[in-house]
């Protein structure tokens, strides 16, 4: 009786140990029906051969070899990789249902922010309440409501770049940091270093320094998570992270409250969701995350747009000479373009189309995650299965762009040629809500931009040359965008210079209104521009 027991156990012991060597022998291989992809190690698949920088480099360079649809293994866990717009159509468009989800991570959604960060939640019930509030706010009609205001914030941009056209950088991203501050808590941010834009970009800059160590480790290695805190960091850096968000909404927040008594509005989206909370329905946690998520997708993404585009303008003389031949006989010299003026102004369109093929501010989107088996090509998409779409590839594919590393705007003007699209604000059920804002804000930057302003290289004041730009000089983080790069605006005439002031003198009331309550270190520096126009 004894003995059979211990020879039980032993058998079990064995099985078990068979069964963790050939499970272990597994990890990293590539299991039969997958898209086919690199060559995988043992244990870690092709973890090793991903560059810890530029990593969409070589996910490029493998849709050169492998095609359509890839697969690549982290470890046991795999990432199918879409290439062609075919294979993006059917997986991510037809096959939404069951790609809607994101893929464990860890840190940020549950840790962190505990599902209710659309971004990063794949909780039912939280992404459709989540998606609804965003499509009434920033559908494609209601975003029409806000180019008020985006112009209005652009004319201070023009004023700023025409008297000192080095603020160039700093000055297209404190605009879409303010406009994401104005449409959330109806508060502006008329200078970048204030305290809350600062708060904000301090954060910011935490969460990238998350997402490069430990966000993945986390997700890889789930035993990290309950070591204890002393042993590990990684929590004490989240937990200053949130406490600084924390701040942030919170200061925010109180302006809104301070604003309510008042009893003046900008019917911005947290005063709106006030006035009607059975309407929305949204828990503390997500009155802290919806508007924080708004910051942090929109600010950011849409000011590295709108920096690529100006980096790849510099110097193209070609390029810059139509654009404002465009706009000097559609527009003239004594207003300034607006939204409604772009279907007249196809070349700055085709501007920005070229722009986002080339430099997507998000190279391979964000990451979906199968919830369900899927077929495509005779291949196995697994339930599990992270999924990217290779925007970047898409992009720069010579069949369907020839040239492709070519800033060519013209290729979009050709009515015979139908492009293929390249999602650069995702697809699927998931893609970017925020796109109409987006592309409205977008849309007026540049066109005011090229109308008001020759983009030269800048020359060195010591040596008289000039000073060429890398247009591959990216920094990485969660967005791509260019570095802190040399330009010179050259404002056009002096009747574009009059015209510049006399538009902000009239986007002045508007701007007025959400300046309630601002720090008054900010409210100096308005008085101050407004002196001088
Ligand atoms: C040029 C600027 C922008 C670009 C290129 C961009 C791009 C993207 C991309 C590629 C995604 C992922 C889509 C997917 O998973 O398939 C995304 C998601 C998202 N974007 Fe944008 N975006 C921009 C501006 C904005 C703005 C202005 C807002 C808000 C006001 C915003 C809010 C969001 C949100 C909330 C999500 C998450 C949606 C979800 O997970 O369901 N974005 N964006
Ligand atoms: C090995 O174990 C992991 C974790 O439990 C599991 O997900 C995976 O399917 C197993 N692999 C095989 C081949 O049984
Ligand atoms: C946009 O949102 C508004 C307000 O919620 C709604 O009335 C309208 O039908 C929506 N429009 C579209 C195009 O979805």
Same mark, same amino acid.
């Given at each position: 009786?004894?003995?059979?027991?211990?020879?039980?156990?032993?058998?079990?012991?064995? #099985?078990?140990?068979?069964?963790?060597?050939?499970?272990?022998?597994?990890?990293?291989?590539?299991?039969?029906?997958?898209?086919?992809?690199?060559?995988?190690?043992?244990?870690?698949?092709?973890?090793?051969?991903?560059?810890?920088?530029?990593?969409?480099?070589?996910?490029?360079?493998?849709?050169?070899?492998?095609?359509?649809?890839?697969? %690549?293994?982290?470890?046991?866990?795999?990432?199918?990789?879409?290439?062609?717009? &075919?294979?993006?159509?059917?997986?991510?468009?037809?096959?939404?249902?069951?790609?809607?989800?994101?893929?464990?991570?860890? /840190?940020?959604?549950?840790?962190?922010?505990?599902?209710?960060?659309?971004?990063?939640? #794949?909780?039912?019930?939280?992404?459709?309440?989540?998606?609804?509030?965003?499509?009434?706010?920033? @559908?494609?009609?209601?975003?029409?409501?806000?180019?008020?205001?985006?112009?209005?914030?652009?004319?201070?941009?023009?004023?700023?770049?025409?008297?000192?056209?080095?603020?160039?950088?700093?000055?297209?991203?404190?605009?879409?940091?303010?406009?994401?501050?104005?449409?959330?808590?109806?508060?502006?941010?008329?200078?970048?270093?204030?305290?809350?834009?600062?708060?904000?970009?301090?954060?910011?800059?935490?969460?990238?320094?998350?997402?490069?160590?430990? #966000?993945?480790?986390?997700?890889?290695?789930?035993?990290?998570? %309950?070591?204890?805190?002393?042993?590990?960091?990684?929590?004490?850096? &989240?937990?200053?992270?949130?406490?600084?968000?924390?701040?942030?909404?919170?200061?925010?927040?109180?302006?809104?409250?301070?604003?309510?008594?008042?009893?003046?509005?900008?019917?911005?989206?947290?005063?709106?969701?006030?006035?009607?909370?059975?309407?929305?329905?949204?828990?503390?946690?997500?009155?802290?995350?919806?508007?924080?998520?708004?910051?942090?997708?929109?600010?950011?993404?849409?000011?590295?747009?709108?920096?690529?585009?100006?980096?790849?303008?510099?110097?193209?003389?070609?390029?810059?000479?139509?654009?404002? $031949?465009?706009?000097?006989?559609?527009?003239?010299?004594?207003?300034?373009?607006?939204?409604?003026?772009?279907?007249?102004?196809?070349?700055?369109?085709?501007?920005?189309?070229?722009?986002?093929?080339?430099?997507?501010?998000?190279? /391979?989107?964000?990451?979906?995650?199968?919830?369900?088996?899927?077929?495509?090509?005779?291949?196995?998409?697994?339930?599990? $299965?992270?999924?990217?779409?290779?925007?970047?590839?898409?992009?720069?594919?010579?069949? @369907?762009?020839?040239?492709?590393?070519?800033?060519?705007?013209?290729?979009?003007?050709?009515? #015979?040629?139908?492009?293929?699209?390249?999602?650069?604000?995702?697809?699927?059920?998931?893609?970017?809500?925020?796109?109409?804002?987006?592309?409205?804000?977008?849309?007026?930057?540049?066109?005011?931009?090229?109308?008001?302003?020759?983009?030269?290289?800048?020359?060195?004041?010591?040596?008289?040359?000039?000073?060429?730009?890398?247009?591959?000089?990216?920094?990485?983080? %969660?967005?791509?965008?260019?570095?802190?790069?040399?330009?010179?605006?050259? /404002?056009?005439?002096?009747?574009?210079?009059?015209?510049?002031?006399?538009?902000?003198?009239? $986007?002045?009331?508007?701007?007025?209104?959400?300046?309630?309550?601002? $720090?008054?270190?900010?409210?100096?520096?308005?008085?101050?521009?407004?002196?001088?126009?």
């Amino acid at each position: 009786m004894h003995s059979t027991f211990v020879l039980m156990l032993d058998l079990l012991a064995a #099985s078990v140990g068979a069964w963790l060597v050939y499970n272990i022998s597994t990890y990293g291989r590539r299991e039969k029906g997958l898209p086919p992809g690199p060559p995988t190690s043992f244990l870690v698949g092709n973890i090793l051969e991903i560059p810890p920088k530029r990593a969409f480099h070589k996910l490029v360079e493998w849709a050169r070899e492998y095609g359509e649809i890839y697969s %690549i293994k982290f470890g046991h866990k795999t990432t199918v990789v879409l290439n062609s717009p &075919t294979a993006v159509q059917a997986v991510m468009e037809k096959g939404s249902r069951v790609t809607q989800d994101r893929p464990t991570m860890w /840190l940020f959604d549950q840790y962190l922010y505990d599902h209710d960060h659309l971004i990063f939640s #794949s909780v039912p019930h939280k992404v459709n309440q989540l998606r609804r509030v965003f499509a009434t706010f920033l @559908n494609q009609t209601t975003a029409q409501k806000y180019v008020p205001i985006q112009e209005a914030e652009s004319c201070q941009l023009l004023y700023e770049i025409m008297v000192g056209p080095d603020s160039f950088f700093t000055g297209v991203k404190r605009l879409t940091i303010s406009l994401m501050f104005s449409l959330s808590y109806g508060v502006r941010a008329p200078k970048i270093d204030s305290p809350l834009p600062s708060l904000f970009y301090e954060a910011v800059d935490m969460i990238n320094e998350l997402l490069a160590d430990v #966000s993945a480790l986390l997700d890889f290695v789930p035993l990290l998570r %309950i070591l204890p805190g002393w042993m590990v960091n990684w929590r004490k850096r &989240t937990d200053r992270m949130n406490a600084q968000e924390k701040r942030l909404t919170s200061e925010l927040m109180e302006g809104v409250f301070a604003r309510r008594k008042s009893d003046t509005s900008t019917n911005s989206f947290m005063e709106q969701i006030l006035d009607n909370p059975e309407e929305f329905g949204l828990s503390d946690n997500m009155m802290h995350t919806l508007p924080l998520l708004i910051l942090q997708a929109g600010a950011d993404t849409t000011a590295c747009a709108i920096l690529s585009v100006l980096l790849l303008l510099v110097g193209q003389d070609e390029v810059l000479k139509n654009a404002h $031949a465009e706009l000097d006989s559609v527009i003239g010299r004594d207003r300034l373009p607006t939204v409604a003026d772009m279907e007249h102004l196809p070349y700055i369109g085709a501007i920005i189309k070229e722009s986002e093929r080339l430099r997507p501010t998000n190279p /391979l989107g964000f990451p979906h995650a199968a919830s369900e088996d899927q077929m495509y090509g005779g291949y196995l998409v697994p339930a599990g $299965a992270t999924i990217m779409v290779n925007t970047w590839a898409l992009g720069h594919d010579p069949q @369907n762009f020839p040239d492709p590393e070519r800033f060519f705007p013209e290729r979009w003007l050709d009515p #015979s040629v139908e492009h293929a699209d390249t999602w650069p604000f995702g697809v699927g059920r998931r893609v970017c809500p925020g796109m109409y804002l987006a592309k409205n804000s977008v849309a007026i930057v540049i066109s005011r931009l090229l109308w008001a302003f020759d983009i030269k290289k800048k020359v060195d004041p010591s040596a008289g040359n000039p000073i060429e730009v890398d247009t591959l000089d990216y920094a990485e983080g %969660i967005v791509l965008c260019p570095n802190k790069f040399e330009a010179d605006f050259v /404002l056009r005439s002096k009747e574009h210079g009059d015209t510049i002031k006399h538009e902000l003198r009239g $986007a002045i009331p508007l701007l007025e209104t959400y300046e309630f309550g601002m $720090a008054q270190s900010d409210l100096e520096y308005v008085e101050q521009m407004r002196r001088a126009v």
